[in-house]
């Protein structure tokens, strides 16, 4: 008769034990998924700092496209009566027609480690995961614009140096010289011509990939400050 009572207060030990030991083991992997948790939204709250510093850059990229873009046209525009015009107007717009550029480094530290350590799996919204892939896809296509376009000022870079001089160090608000002159003969080579010609296409193009990367900078923003607030419900 007494094998019975022990039988079961051995089975009753066996269940508290097996019991213990999975809520130990829900705990720890509950523990570990929310430090996994928390190490993710830090990591995003870094990529919506540093997509504030790409905002700022590429609102000062936009702007000065912008003005490559009013230099080349002015160039093409006024290639055949440049004598019309002061040699210093012709100096400026030629400059930027054929000099300008700029240079864009994308921060993609975060978002690579929050790819290779898996972290990104635990994003819920897909639609955030979407945008940071094609965000960094897309700024490999922005770099490489302006390569293109560095090669193209190699290919003007001797015509604008034999044939204009900077009176002073004066510079615009962008911080680019500005005080050029021009001292040609108002003649613009034809394979100058089709340089700026192929350099405005660039800018433009350029002027448009900025404007959609500052659009989608703040649908991103938008949508990391989602995810984390999310979290903490």
Same mark, same amino acid.
């Given at each position: 008769?007494?094998?019975?009572?022990?039988?079961?207060?051995?089975?009753?030990?066996?269940?508290?034990?097996?019991?213990?030991?999975?809520?130990?083991?829900?705990?720890?992997?509950?523990?570990?998924?929310?430090?996994?948790?928390?190490?993710?939204?830090?990591?995003?709250?870094?990529?919506?700092?540093?997509?504030?510093?790409?905002?700022?850059?590429?609102?000062?990229?936009?702007?000065?496209?912008?003005?490559?873009?009013?230099?080349? /046209?002015?160039? +093409? =525009? #006024?290639?055949?009566?440049?004598? &019309?015009?002061?040699? *210093? %107007?012709?100096?400026?717009? @030629?400059?930027?027609?054929?000099?300008?550029?700029?240079?864009?480094?994308?921060?993609?530290?975060? /978002?690579?480690? +929050? =790819? #290779?350590?898996?972290?990104?799996? &635990?994003?819920?919204? *897909? %639609?955030?995961?979407?945008? @940071?892939?094609?965000?960094?896809?897309?700024?490999?296509?922005?770099?490489?614009?302006?390569?293109?376009?560095?090669?193209?000022?190699?290919?003007?870079?001797?015509? &604008?140096?034999?044939?204009?001089?900077?009176?002073?160090?004066?510079?615009?608000?962008?911080?680019?010289?500005?005080?050029?002159?021009?001292?040609?003969?108002?003649?613009?080579?034809?394979?100058?011509?089709?340089?700026?010609?192929?350099?405005?296409?660039?800018?433009?193009?350029?002027?448009?990939?900025?404007?959609?990367?500052?659009?989608?900078?703040?649908?991103?923003?938008?949508?990391?400050?989602?995810?984390?607030?999310?979290?903490?419900?």
């Amino acid at each position: 008769m007494k094998t019975k009572p022990l039988v079961i207060r051995y089975l009753l030990e066996f269940v508290v034990i097996i019991l213990g030991v999975s809520i130990s083991f829900y705990i720890e992997k509950q523990n570990a998924l929310k430090y996994k948790e928390t190490i993710k939204n830090q990591s995003l709250n870094r990529i919506l700092n540093n997509s504030k510093t790409d905002n700022r850059d590429f609102e000062f990229n936009l702007e000065a496209h912008q003005d490559f873009v009013k230099s080349c /046209y002015w160039v +093409l =525009k #006024n290639k055949k009566k440049l004598p &019309l015009f002061s040699r *210093d %107007s012709i100096g400026y717009h @030629l400059g930027f027609a054929i000099s300008g550029n700029t240079f864009f480094v994308d921060n993609t530290e975060e /978002y690579r480690g +929050l =790819k #290779n350590s898996g972290l990104i799996e &635990l994003i819920e919204n *897909d %639609s955030l995961v979407s945008a @940071l892939q094609n965000k960094h896809a897309q700024r490999i296509v922005i770099t490489k614009m302006e390569e293109f376009i560095t090669d193209h000022i190699k290919n003007n870079a001797q015509y &604008l140096y034999a044939n204009t001089r900077y009176l002073s160090e004066k510079k615009n608000t962008l911080g680019y010289a500005i005080d050029r002159t021009y001292t040609g003969d108002f003649t613009i080579p034809q394979s100058v011509i089709q340089n700026i010609e192929q350099k405005l296409r660039f800018h433009q193009y350029y002027v448009d990939q900025t404007s959609y990367e500052l659009k989608r900078n703040a649908y991103i923003e938008k949508l990391i400050k989602k995810e984390i607030a999310d979290q903490h419900q």
